[in-house]
């Protein structure tokens, strides 16, 4: 059998293109099935993948360093929008949401009973001869 001609770059490309919206929503066995319109090997789609997988990863890191400051001016839109739609409920969760991001939510921590109830106390005299009648 007479060997297949390689991909050039611009197919590459075009292909890369094409399975990156894909790579995150199916499986390996779904791309495979899915491009099997191009005559690839498994291992050459495991390329295509692992291309797709490093581009989305580089795009990733990008976003990390602004990650925090796009998800709480996000919340702040929506807390607007509520507030106009007098939906508190939302709003009063996104005000919980912003409290946690920040730091400034309040959780009760309970560092003597260990979480358990309660029911009585016992007081105890270290010395009984300390107290004079």
Same mark, same amino acid.
């Given at each position: $059998?007479? @060997? /297949?001609?390689? +991909?050039? %770059?611009?197919? $590459?490309?075009?292909? *890369?293109?094409?399975?990156? &919206?894909? #790579?995150?929503? $199916?499986s390996?066995? /779904?791309? *495979?099935?899915?491009?099997q319109?191009?005559? =690839?090997? !498994?291992?050459?789609?495991?390329?295509?993948? &692992?291309?797709?997988?490093k581009?989305?990863? +580089? /795009?990733?890191?990008?976003?990390?360093?602004?990650?925090?400051?796009?998800?709480?001016?996000?919340?702040?839109?929506?807390?607007?929008?509520?507030?106009?739609?007098d %939906?508190? #409920? *939302?709003?009063?969760?996104? =005000? +919980? %949401?912003?409290?946690?991001?920040?730091?400034? !939510?309040?959780? +009760? #921590?309970?560092?003597?009973s260990?979480? @358990? &109830? *309660?029911?009585?106390?016992?007081?105890?005299?270290?010395? /009984?001869?300390?107290?004079d009648?």
């Open positions: $059998m007479p @060997k /297949e001609k390689k +991909s050039n %770059d611009r197919t $590459m490309q075009d292909r *890369i293109k094409e399975m990156l &919206s894909l #790579v995150t929503k $199916m390996r066995n /779904e791309l *495979i099935q899915h491009f319109k191009w005559n =690839l090997s !498994d291992r050459q789609i495991d390329n295509y993948i &692992s291309q797709c997988n581009i989305l990863k +580089s /795009e990733f890191e990008k976003f990390m360093p602004n990650a925090a400051a796009y998800i709480y001016n996000n919340r702040l839109e929506i807390y607007k929008q509520a507030l106009c739609n %939906d508190f #409920v *939302i709003a009063r969760g996104i =005000l +919980s %949401d912003l409290a946690k991001m920040t730091g400034a !939510d309040t959780t +009760s #921590v309970d560092l003597t260990k979480g @358990k &109830s *309660i029911t009585g106390f016992t007081i105890t005299i270290a010395n /009984e001869n300390t107290f009648d």
